[in-house]
């Protein structure tokens, strides 16, 4: 492929392998940086010498760049250096200094940030922790740039406990985050006069914009798409409308990210065409564009989603200032080079930069190819076409991403990007308008009603479209080696139909055969797996009898193990599911399984026998133990934590073996 021709692209590919290889295969900090700077040197030595042209400096230069990307990943997880505050602070409770720095989504229970640990028993220290906030405290919720000293134990982020559940330890150690602690009303004091960032700064304007327009009359939805079109602000969207916006396959527009700053590019362009006929006039158009970019970053938060769309769409506008179309690709790459390596590697790992990237470059990439095949002549037809078009290309560049994610596919989210996206530019513009208008205390009543209606309507529009759940498939199995298959099977569809001929045709027949072969093996295998499982679920017990695709799930709570199961289900392929009450013993492969649950009543147990204690029985475990002899204890999550301690030290004074699923996961039966 041409493309691969690109120093920029080979650069970005080969920096993002050395990213992954340092990800997998992680080597101390000081022998990479030694590597890297001898490969350097050897670099240097072979560009002094002029010998620049040999196939010696083109591999040198890859091996660097490379290099360059294990040093960069390794240097940006804190936890390597001796100067981590895991690796200062005392095993007894700590006195740490901490910085928020950025406000996380809520949960039920909490309110999260991520702080840095400035101090640790008045030592300077480095790291970053998860703060975890309880909603029913007495104090105020904290805000970012806030600094606190906090007297508390640091603890790991606690792993999954059941098999394809959202495994939030990775998803935190991926953005450098290891660890987590618990504030009370006790446990820290508030400092006064903090240093102030302008991440901070950004967010207390965004929290006074949020403030302005809660005084608006709009609607209650309405105010929170508004929040969420304009200000990344997603907490107060119900549930039901954002599953409407998934299933219509426009999530996309609620999240401040690269469609929204693409399009904002596009009206700053069209707004700032006039001064292209004055001297200078596209260099100073230029750089108001990249200065409205960021300013509209700036009132938005400044959240790490906003900062990676801003630096892709900076480069973006200043491809569109050179005028050249086969610069797209190199000035994408380069973007991506640069926000990797300067601003943070581990974006690499996060979903919204991957289906950013892919959404862009399929657009670059395919839209082109669609307008060479079809160019309607009529201009309503033309634009409705290359609505589509964009459509279509951006699709399929994320379709294998989300469909590994998500596991659904919205068929009709061409109906959703025809109906709303051509508005999005009116829309956005009238709500930054609006926002000024607000800050200002002039917003007019009428310019109010007329966007909320307009969001309104935009919210009906989507949920009609999510009502046609024919056209909705969810459940759809994808794993990553069917993410790499389908990513080349798109790819050489993409290259065979930019120009057909036998050797495209047969490199495209080729990966759907693989793809095809893969999926048929993992169906085939899924039809022949047999297992039983405990797993772990809070005031809840839940044993899956797993054979083939038919699962027959033995709970006290259908409805909360159904939301459990969901993921499992769709991972293993299970196409039949039975939901039956849990019984008092089971025989399993010889071994008698006893269930003993709030009423203590339990059969006769012998050391071949694996007790299993459910919804906190009031019994006396070290008589039972005395009399049967138990080859393993288990407890569920429908258990109180008091109960497992006390078992858990019974177990230990025996030498029986007692497995707790909320602190070593679920239970795999021996069913062989």
């Known amino acids: 492929m041409r493309l691969l021709a690109f120093v920029p692209i080979k650069g970005t590919l080969l920096l993002i392998l050395g990213i992954l290889i340092g990800f997998f295969f992680p080597l101390p900090l000081e022998y990479c940086f030694g590597i890297l700077l001898v490969s350097f040197a050897i670099l240097g030595y072979l560009f002094i010498r002029k010998d620049t042209k040999g196939s010696r400096f083109e591999i040198m230069a890859?091996?660097?760049?490379?290099?360059?990307?294990?040093?960069?990943?390794?240097?940006?997880?804190?936890?390597?250096?001796?100067?981590?505050?895991?690796?200062?602070?005392?095993?007894?409770?700590?006195?740490?200094?901490?910085?928020?720095?950025?406000?996380?989504?809520?949960?039920?229970?909490?309110?999260?940030?991520?702080a840095s640990v400035l101090t640790v028993d008045?030592?300077?220290?480095?790291?970053?922790?998860?703060?975890?906030?309880?909603?029913?405290?007495?104090?105020?919720l904290l805000t970012v740039d806030q600094e606190l000293v906090v007297r508390s134990h640091v603890y790991?982020?606690?792993?999954?406990?059941?098999?394809?559940?959202?495994?939030?330890?990775?998803?935190?150690?991926?953005?450098?985050?290891?660890?987590?602690l618990r504030l009370s009303n006790q446990n820290f004091v508030t400092l006064p006069n903090p240093s102030r960032t302008l991440i901070g700064?950004?967010?207390?304007?965004?929290?006074?914009?949020?403030?302005?327009?809660?005084?608006?009359?709009?609607?209650?939805?309405?105010?929170?798409?508004?929040?969420?079109?304009?200000?990344?602000?997603?907490?107060?969207?119900?549930?039901?409308?954002?599953?409407?916006?998934?299933?219509?396959?426009?999530?996309?527009i609620l999240a401040v990210s690269g469609l929204h700053v693409g399009i904002l590019l596009l009206l700053i362009q069209f707004l700032l065409k006039p001064l292209h006929g004055i001297p200078h006039g596209k260099k100073i158009s230029l750089l108001l564009t990249v200065l409205f970019l960021w300013a509209f970053a700036f009132i938005a938060g400044l959240s790490p989603s906003i900062i990676r769309a801003c630096a892709m769409f900076t480069f973006v506008a200043y491809a569109m200032y050179l005028n050249r179309p086969s610069n797209s690709f190199n000035i994408l790459a380069l973007s991506m080079f640069f926000i990797l390596l300067v601003i943070n590697p581990n974006l690499l790992f996060q979903v919204g930069f991957q289906m950013s990237y892919a959404a862009v470059f399929a657009i670059v990439w395919i839209f082109p190819l669609l307008q060479r095949w079809w160019y309607p002549k009529n201009r309503i037809v033309r634009y409705l076409w290359q609505l589509l078009s964009v459509s279509i290309a951006a699709q399929l560049g994320v379709l294998p991403v989300s469909l590994f994610y998500f596991h659904q596919f919205p068929g009709l989210f061409f109906i959703a990007n025809l109906l709303i996206v051509?508005?999005?530019?009116?829309?956005?513009?009238?709500?930054?308008?609006?926002?000024?208008?607000?800050?200002?205390?002039?917003?007019?009543?009428q310019l109010i009603s007329v966007y909320n209606g307009i969001i309104g309507l935009m919210n009906r529009i989507v949920g009609?479209?999510?009502?046609?759940?024919?056209?909705?498939?969810?459940?759809?199995?994808?794993?990553?080696?069917?993410?790499?298959?389908?990513?080349?099977?798109?790819?050489?569809?993409?290259?065979a139909f930019s120009k057909t001929n036998y050797?495209?045709?047969?490199?495209?027949?080729?990966?759907?055969?693989?793809?095809?072969?893969?999926?048929?093996?993992?169906?085939?295998?899924?039809?022949?797996?047999?297992?039983?499982?405990?797993?772990?679920?809070?005031?809840?017990?839940?044993?899956?009898?797993?054979?083939?695709?038919?699962?027959?799930?033995?709970?006290?709570?259908?409805?909360?193990?159904?939301?459990?199961?969901?993921?499992?289900?769709?991972?293993?392929?299970?196409?039949?599911?039975?939901?039956?009450?849990?019984?008092?013993?089971?025989?399993?492969?010889?071994?008698?399984?006893?269930?003993?649950d709030s009423l203590g009543v339990y059969l006769p147990l012998?050391?071949?026998?694996?007790?299993?204690?459910?919804?906190?029985?009031?019994?006396?475990?070290?008589?039972?133990?005395?009399?049967?002899?138990?080859m393993e204890v288990i407890a569920d999550g429908s258990n109180y934590p008091s109960f497992i301690e006390s078992w858990k030290a019974t177990c230990k004074k025996y030498d029986i073996p007692f497995h707790y699923t909320g602190e070593m996961g679920y239970y795999a039966f021996d069913i062989e």
């Not at 008045?122 to 105020?140: E, H, T, Y």
């Open 62 to 114: 890859g091996v660097s760049v490379i290099l360059l990307g294990m040093f960069s990943y390794l240097q940006y997880q804190p936890i390597h250096y001796d100067h981590h505050f895991s690796k200062i602070a005392s095993t007894d409770a700590s006195q740490l200094h901490i910085k928020i720095r950025e406000t996380l989504k809520p949960n039920a229970y909490s309110q999260n940030y991520i």
């Open 122 to 140: 008045n030592k300077k220290s480095i790291g970053q922790l998860l703060v975890n906030q309880p909603l029913d405290s007495a104090s105020k």
């Open 156 to 180: 790991d982020i606690k792993p999954i406990v059941n098999p394809y559940q959202f495994d939030f330890k990775k998803y935190m150690e991926r953005n450098g985050v290891y660890h987590s």
């Open 201 to 252: 700064y950004a967010q207390e304007i965004r929290s006074d914009i949020i403030q302005k327009l809660k005084k608006e009359n709009f609607g209650t939805e309405q105010l929170s798409i508004i929040q969420a079109l304009l200000l990344g602000e997603r907490v107060n969207i119900s549930e039901e409308t954002y599953s409407n916006y998934i299933d219509a396959g426009a999530v996309h």
């Open 422 to 445: 051509p508005f999005l530019g009116v829309i956005l513009g009238m709500g930054i308008c609006i926002i000024f208008l607000s800050l200002l205390d002039i917003a007019p009543s």
């Open 464 to 495: 009609w479209i999510a009502d046609q759940e024919a056209f909705v498939f969810k459940s759809i199995s994808f794993d990553s080696v069917q993410l790499l298959l389908g990513y080349l099977l798109i790819g050489s569809l993409i290259y």
């Open 503 to 596: 050797k495209r045709l047969m490199l495209f027949l080729g990966f759907l055969l693989m793809f095809q072969g893969y999926t048929m093996y993992q169906e085939y295998k899924s039809d022949n797996i047999k297992e039983i499982l405990l797993l772990h679920q809070i005031k809840n017990s839940v044993l899956l009898d797993r054979k083939g695709k038919n699962l027959h799930v033995f709970t006290t709570d259908t409805t909360n193990a159904k939301q459990l199961i969901a993921n499992y289900r769709v991972q293993e392929r299970i196409t039949q599911t039975d939901y039956l009450p849990i019984k008092n013993s089971y025989l399993i492969n010889g071994t008698s399984l006893q269930i003993i």
């Open 606 to 630: 012998n050391s071949s026998s694996i007790m299993l204690l459910t919804a906190s029985p009031k019994i006396n475990l070290e008589r039972l133990i005395l009399e049967t002899n138990p």
